[in-house]
């Protein structure tokens, strides 16, 4: 099956700068990867995907990134805010109605 | 677009009891509706994968006589803990996975049920 890593663990960043989460992954038949915010209590939110046809995606100061030859992906906040300070969480999954594989999370820190 | 409700937010209860979570995809139809469970600081595990009319498929080592999950409609699925004990204290979230349209494929997550026993 599917393996996703994700690093690192623990991120802290000065509010402003930019902070750079990334994940691989095992399976290269995985064809959609998203990207969850996660506050505290609180389910995970959709912030950004990308299929496997694209290599690039933005959406003001998130952009996610997709490697499909090395099997890596990641993720690019900009402008860092406290309000961006959660866990984030990769994923990957192919076709429909499969599970989403998940990253061990990465829990990051905006210092204002 | 794209809201997932889950009911309730919070219980707390007595060991023996049984509490059910309620899921629903509020302006969506979801042919397939996930349940994980959530230790602090982790990530999420997969229970059970939820199909609309049809038993649910289980991970390993989750006990499908205590985990009861019920898909009774495109956007309506439910988790019983049965006869719940404090090992079963955990964050619950529910997450339903579009069936088509120009979003296909995408997870939406519910808000998660916090569930303590006593």
């Known amino acids: 099956g599917e393996n996703v890593e994700q690093h690192p663990s623990t991120l802290s960043v000065q509010e402003g700068d930019s902070a750079v989460i990334k994940c691989t992954y095992s399976?290269?038949?995985?064809?959609?990867f998203p990207w969850y915010k996660q506050e505290l209590g609180k389910g995970p939110q959709l912030i950004i995907d990308?299929?496997?046809?694209?290599g690039e995606k933005k959406d003001q100061r998130i952009a996610v990134t997709l490697n499909k030859t090395a099997k890596h992906f990641s993720l690019h906040i900009t402008e860092t805010q406290p309000e961006d300070s959660a866990v984030y969480f990769c994923?990957?999954?192919?076709?429909?109605?499969?599970?989403?594989?998940f990253g061990t999370g990465t829990s990051l820190t905006v210092i204002p | 677009g794209a809201v997932v409700s889950q009911h309730p937010s919070r219980v707390i209860c007595k060991s023996g009891t049984s509490v059910k979570i309620e899921c629903r995809s509020l302006?969506?139809?979801?042919?397939?509706m996930f349940w994980y469970r959530q230790f602090p600081k982790q990530s999420l595990m997969l229970m059970a994968t939820?199909?609309?009319?049809?038993?649910?498929?289980?991970e390993q080592g989750v006990e499908k006589d205590k985990f009861l999950i019920n898909h009774a409609s495109l956007t309506l699925s439910t988790l019983t803990v049965a006869s719940a004990h404090p090992e079963d204290s955990s964050f619950y979230i529910c997450?339903?996975?579009?069936?088509?349209?120009?979003?296909?494929?995408?997870?939406?997550f519910g808000p998660g049920t916090r569930l303590t026993v006593l």
């Open positions: 399976d290269s038949a995985s064809n959609y």
């Open positions: 994923a990957a999954t192919y076709g429909t109605g499969n599970q989403f594989y």
């Open positions: 990308i299929r496997s046809n694209v």
């Open positions: 997450s339903a996975r579009t069936s088509g349209g120009a979003r296909m494929n995408e997870q939406f």
């Open positions: 939820s199909n609309e009319g049809s038993k649910a498929t289980y």
């Open positions: 302006d969506f139809q979801a042919t397939t």
